[in-house]
């Protein structure tokens, strides 16, 4: 994944420790994807004052409801809206459409076979 943050490098932007970022993680108030037996932050979740975006919690909780992971999540809020568009489904969130979003995630769960 490109533009991703460690959990060191944000530990210190945030002035929070690697227990605590962990924390967040698993209560689904920041997304994170494994790497390299740890975890990356997509830096696109964070607004240009490194607070996280409104509705990535959301978008979280909506993806986990319906068996969606957390890496399968990233890859879907950085999907493209429409044809050729370099929008990204992230890029609603910050415009603040976070229906919408928690839609197509919800919608993006696997059919469960019968």
Do not use: C
């Amino acid at each position: 994944m490109h533009d991703s943050l460690t959990t060191s490098w944000l530990g210190i932007r945030l002035g929070r420790d690697p227990q605590t970022l962990d924390r967040l993680r698993k209560a689904g108030q920041i997304l994170g994807v494994r790497r390299n037996g740890g975890y990356a932050f997509p830096a696109w979740q964070f607004d240009e004052r490194g607070r996280v975006l409104e509705g990535i919690p959301q978008a979280i909780a909506a993806a986990r409801s319906v068996g969606v992971t957390d890496d399968r999540l990233a890859q879907i809020l950085q999907m493209r809206v429409g044809l050729g568009s370099d929008r990204r489904l992230v890029d609603s969130l910050r415009e603040g459409n976070v229906t919408h979003v928690l839609g197509v995630v919800r919608g993006s769960a696997e059919p469960v076979a019968a």
